[in-house]
């Protein structure tokens, strides 16, 4: 577990250690280990480790076959979508979005992609999602948004607070839905 440990460090500790392994059982499978560990201090002055395994394998294929799912229905939606922390800062962006765009993940996390919104609306729309998120309401708007192919197309975005059993919010989901058409018809209805 751990290549030395001092009577020292063994009397100190006091809570135990985390880790997870992987094993390979006779048969070739490999089993998930959730290992809870502890060094401590006897009386005769041997360290002994105080140790708690837990079979996690299917918890892992489990959450990973929830995450494919999720993933597949993501990428495979009609809607460019999106997720953020808290605060509004985005971390993930569906296949979709990055093919209309272009963009990577990098030049679009957190706030980056004001790039591809058009720069008569940009202030408008991130100053009322911001507004949003700090109310933790839901955030409604319509803009243009950039294609990559120079492009811009209108977009109606959402977003919706992902709250936890208390109620307060720990991401956001949005969603970005194409109405280029209806914009198009309503301005030659209004002709």
Same mark, same amino acid.
């Given at each position: 577990f751990h290549e030395?440990? /001092? @009577?020292?460090? *063994?009397e100190g500790a006091s809570n135990f250690e985390q880790s997870e392994w992987t094993f390979l059982r006779k048969d070739g499978t490999r089993v998930s280990v959730e290992l809870n560990q502890r060094f401590v =201090?006897?009386? +005769?002055g041997e360290i002994r480790v105080e140790a708690i395994g837990r079979?996690? /394998? =299917? @918890?892992?294929q489990a959450m990973f076959d929830n995450e494919e799912r999720f993933r597949t229905l993501a990428d495979n939606i009609a809607q460019l979508a999106? !997720? =953020?922390?808290e605060t509004g800062s985005i971390v993930?962006?569906?296949?979709r979005w990055f093919q209309y765009t272009g963009a990577s993940l990098q030049e679009a996390r957190g706030w980056g992609w004001q790039k591809w919104h058009h720069p008569e609306h940009v202030e408008?729309?991130? #100053?009322? !999602?911001?507004?949003?998120?700090?109310?933790?309401e839901a955030w409604e708007d319509t803009f243009p948004l950039r294609g990559r192919d120079g492009q811009f197309r209108w977009f109606l975005g959402r977003a919706m607070p992902i709250c936890d059993q208390s109620g307060k919010v720990v991401r956001w989901f949005g969603t970005h839905t194409d109405v /280029?058409?209806?914009? +198009? *018809?309503? #301005?030659?209805?209004?002709r």
């Open positions: 030395k440990v /001092t @009577r020292r460090e *063994a =201090a006897g009386s +005769h079979d996690v /394998t =299917a @918890r892992k999106w !997720m =953020a922390d993930w962006y569906n296949a408008r729309v991130s #100053a009322r !999602m911001r507004q949003s998120f700090e109310k933790g /280029t058409e209806q914009k +198009h *018809a309503e #301005a030659e209805l209004q």
